[in-house]
């Protein structure tokens, strides 16, 4: 069974603090991404990371930054949080980029004070 | 305009009931059309997927899409409390997740 885990399921900052959300996959895959999910929008694409060291913007990108140092791991960070980051953050990993091999994680909901 | 829009819901009906999820969409080059289900604190889940217009039954569920009215829908028979769940519709030009496009999700409650 494919598991996705991610670092911690809920999350309190405050403005301006630098946020590290991780994610972690156990089946050996090329692909991940990371998604937000609001109410009224849907999830939405953050960084999606084809290979180790290798990321490509998604359709929210600003505000945001990756690191994907190990194939099993690929990292979110907020550089400096804002209120309008309070989300659920939803990590993703997949064997190819094809959409029915996409296994997601828990969630993370980050609340920005 | 958004991309897809789906009715938010929420949908209470009760157990044995025929469920009908719907959602429309704008871009005539989505190709691939998928249902994920998220239970509650958890992260979504692939239900169903299917490749251009037509219809896919897997057990209980069925996925419909007709590409000339830009509508998919998923129908559940013989609902059960565990289907309680938000249904969420995606859909992507050339199967690749990177060009996923989601809907906002229907939030789903099936009475015992």
């Known amino acids: 069974d494919v598991k996705v885990t991610q670092s911690s399921r809920y999350l309190v900052k405050r403005t301006g603090e630098k946020v590290f959300l991780e994610c972690v996959q156990d089946m050996d895959h090329e692909n991940m991404f990371w998604y937000r999910q609001d109410p009224g929008l849907g999830l939405r694409l953050i960084y999606f990371s084809y290979d180790v060291k290798m990321k490509e913007k998604g359709d929210i990108p600003e505000g945001y930054s990756v690191s994907r140092e190990k194939k099993e791991r690929f990292s979110l960070i907020l550089e400096s949080a804002s209120t309008n980051q309070t989300s659920m953050y939803l990590c993703a990993s997949s064997l190819s980029a094809a959409t029915d091999t996409q296994y997601f994680g828990p969630g993370t909901r980050l609340t920005v004070l | 305009q958004k991309e897809v829009e789906q009715d938010p819901g929420p949908l209470s009906v009760p157990e044995g009931a025929i469920v009908s999820l719907n959602c429309t969409y704008s871009?005539?080059?989505?190709?691939?059309f998928m249902w994920y289900r998220q239970y509650s604190r958890k992260g979504p889940e692939l239900l169903m997927y299917?490749?251009?217009?037509g219809n896919k039954e897997d057990g209980r569920f069925t996925a419909q899409v007709d590409k000339s009215s830009k509508y998919i829908s998923l129908f559940i028979r013989d609902s059960q409390p565990s289907d309680s769940a938000t249904y969420l519709c995606a859909m992507t030009p050339s199967g690749s997740a990177r060009q996923l496009t989601f809907g906002s999700g229907t939030q789903l409650t099936v009475l015992p």
């Open positions: 871009n005539s080059a989505f190709q691939y």
């Open positions: 299917t490749y251009s217009s």
